[in-house]
């Protein structure tokens, strides 16, 4: 299977390609640089591996939550891949990504817990809580926006082994101690990647999880009434 995946969620912008198994990347730490970077990476990740466009079977990208226009990069770019090539689409959680690289990155083992944290601006944090299963993140309970002050862990046992991810732990000071006296470590280095989407895509498109293009959209949690409030939006 050729799988590409995209994300322009963080300031990170990636681009990655599954092949059989075999996963290469192309990432930049580039805030206002996903629309000038990551059409070159998708034709270098293609020429690097003498494919095209029409060789791919399937593409992915990190539907959020995240950068409100870094999101809408990576879909329009996915949705404009999709319909030219009628490839499905499979759209992969932001906060699920990070998850899934603390578990690489720090060998997290089968049943211990990460808590991944975004900063969403405007006082808030991007918040998931996921299960380390099978070497793959599960989340637990909802995605959710709220100040870091509002944070929770799910369930009671005190002894469960907790980590924290993502840029968001930069404001573990806000957090309420019950939650972080329960984090064991944190690594608040951590952007979402598209060879993290790529892997988690690839698992969820064998399970028959993928859409069509007008249905691969971004996911922001934060309502629309929110964003209206913006300073200077009607």
Not at 34 to 43: A, E, I, K, N, S
Not at 124 to 150: D, M, N, S
Request: with cysteine; proline share 6%.
């Amino acid at each position: 299977m050729k799988l590409l995946a995209l994300d322009t969620s963080s300031e990170g912008c990636s681009a990655a390609l599954w092949l059989d198994g075999q996963i290469s990347e192309r990432f930049e730490l580039a805030p206002r640089g996903h629309t000038r970077l990551l059409m070159p990476m998708v034709r270098e990740l293609l020429a690097e591996q003498g494919l095209s466009p029409n060789d791919l079977d399937v593409l992915a990208f990190a539907r959020g939550p995240g950068s409100f226009t870094g999101l809408r990069i990576a879909t329009g770019v996915i949705q404009g891949l999709s319909w030219g090539l009628n490839l499905p689409v499979v759209p992969v959680s932001s906060l699920a990504a990070v998850a899934l690289d603390a578990i690489e990155q720090h060998q997290l083992a089968d049943g211990e817990h990460i808590a991944v944290a975004f900063d969403a601006r405007m006082g808030e944090v991007y918040w998931g809580t996921f299960l380390c299963q099978k070497g793959l993140p599960v989340l637990i309970g909802e995605e959710r926006v709220c100040p870091p002050g509002a944070v929770s862990l799910p369930g009671s046992d005190v002894s469960a082994n907790w980590t924290g991810a993502g840029q968001g732990w930069k404001l573990k000071g806000d957090m309420p101690e019950v939650v972080v006296c329960r984090i064991r470590a944190v690594d608040n280095t951590l952007v979402p990647r598209a060879a993290m989407v790529a892997r988690l895509a690839e698992q969820d498109f064998r399970n028959g999880i993928a859409v069509p293009a007008e249905q691969a959209q971004p996911v922001y949690i934060r309502d629309e009434v929110a964003w209206k409030k913006l300073p200077g939006r009607a």
